[in-house]
T-cell receptor
Framework: KNEVEQSPQNLTAQEGEFITINCSYS?????LHWLQQHPGGGIVSLFM???GKKKHGRLIATINIQEKHSSLHITASHPRDSAVYIC?????????FGTGTRLQVFP | NAGVMQNPRHLVRRRGQEARLRCSPMKGHSHVYWYRQLPEEGLKFMVY????????ESGMPKERFSAEFPKEGPSILRIQQVVRGDSAAYFCASSPRGGRNNEQFFGPGTRLTVL
């Protein structure tokens, strides 16, 4: 079993829909990253959080340390949000990554 | 302020050749991390370096792989005698400080193809 699990693995949505991607982890962590990777492209850090909630534009990330769970929400989704979203946790000095959620948003 | 830079972006090698991947961290960042993403798999930690020091290489294969981050110049990930299984995307990330909870900024990656 992976130390960081994401669900769903694949997600399709119509433009405008509210999207939720979930991340559960089994190790002790000090912080959690949400990352975005476009096909064939690089990796962009969206959020780093260790408690509570952060918001940036249409993106919202929450974390519940007691339940070892984080969610990434996208409001009013758009085709340009189509990408792979990766959850990664800090365990000691290293990042441990989930396998990603592939999101496709159709017009 | 330029972001993390990696070159080359694409590298093709034949089995048995050497591959050298370069990573220039963001200005002011002295901590570099290398990650590997195998086809259809998630990212995996390889090595964490600070200027002139390897801090953690627990994710590096024991043979053929080495990394350095000299006082001057970029960090280098070196793969000797490449095999087909080394084909992957290699990402580096940098942070201004080491340790936990320091946001890492990722480069665009180098896609290595071994023929």
């Amino acid at each position: 079993k992976n130390e960081v699990e994401q669900s769903p693995q694949n997600l399709t949505a119509q433009e405008g829909e509210f999207i939720t991607i979930n991340c559960s982890y089994s190790v002790g962590i000090s912080a959690l990253h949400w990352l975005q990777q476009h096909p064939g492209g690089g990796i962009v850090s969206l959020f780093m959080l260790s408690s509570g909630k952060k918001k940036h534009g249409r993106l919202i990330a929450t974390i519940n340390i007691q339940e070892k769970h984080s969610s990434l929400h996208i409001t009013a989704s758009h085709p340009r949000d189509s990408a792979v979203y990766i959850c990664a946790v800090y365990n000691t000095d290293k990042l441990i990554f989930g396998t990603g959620t592939r999101l496709q948003v159709f017009p | 302020n330029a972001g993390v830079m990696q070159n080359p972006r694409h590298l093709v090698r034949r089995r048995g050749q050497e591959a050298r991947l370069r990573c220039s961290p963001m200005k002011g960042h002295s901590h570099v991390y290398w990650y590997r993403q195998l086809p259809e798999e998630g990212l995996k930690f390889m090595v964490y370096l600070q200027k002139e020091n390897i801090i953690d290489e627990s994710g590096m294969p024991k043979e053929r792989f080495s990394a350095e981050f000299p006082k001057e110049g970029p960090s280098i990930l070196r793969i000797q005698q490449v095999v087909r299984g080394d084909s992957a995307a290699y990402f580096c990330a940098s942070s201004p400080r080491g340790g936990r909870n320091n946001e890492q900024f990722f480069g665009p990656g180098t896609r290595l193809t071994v023929l």
